[in-house]
Nanobody, 123 residues
Framework: QVQLEESGGGLVQTGGSLRLSCAAS??????MGWFRQAPGKGREFVAA????????AYAGSVKGRFTASRDNAKNTVHLQMNSLKPEDTAVYYC??????????????????WGQGTQVTVSS
């Protein structure tokens, strides 16, 4: 059974840091991605990593503050979030593509999703 399980969310003050992790099981994946969804808004692209983790892509709103990484030996991806802002508050989701190598920013391009983890940044 294929599963993606996020962890590491929580409550942090403005300017603080959090590190999210996503443990994948059941198979390996080509592209891995992070998305987020704030209340009343659509699911938004945050970051994507290539199969080997060498190539990354970030949304403009998080570039320079967030760093995505991938440990293929452990089938795990991480999202280090620094200098957090209240507008980063959202449920964060890990996502995976089964075949394509395209680091898409579209949620519909991803085949598997985790259950999400809440990140709340207080002002």
């Amino acid at each position: 059974q294929v599963q993606l399980e996020e962890s590491g969310g929580g409550l942090v003050q403005t300017g603080g840091s959090l590190r999210l992790s996503c443990a994948a099981s059941g198979r390996t994946f080509s592209v891995m991605g992070w998305f987020r969804q704030a209340p009343g808004k659509g699911r938004e692209f945050v970051a994507a990593l290539s199969r080997g983790g060498i190539n990354t892509a970030y949304a403009g709103s998080v570039k320079g503050r967030f760093t995505a990484s991938r440990d293929n030996a452990k089938n795990t991806v991480h999202l280090q979030m620094n200098s957090l802002k209240p507008e980063d508050t959202a449920v964060y989701y890990c996502a995976a593509r089964s075949q394509s190598l395209d680091m898409s920013i579209l949620p519909t391009a991803y085949d598997y999703w985790g259950q999400g983890t809440q990140v709340t940044v207080s002002s």
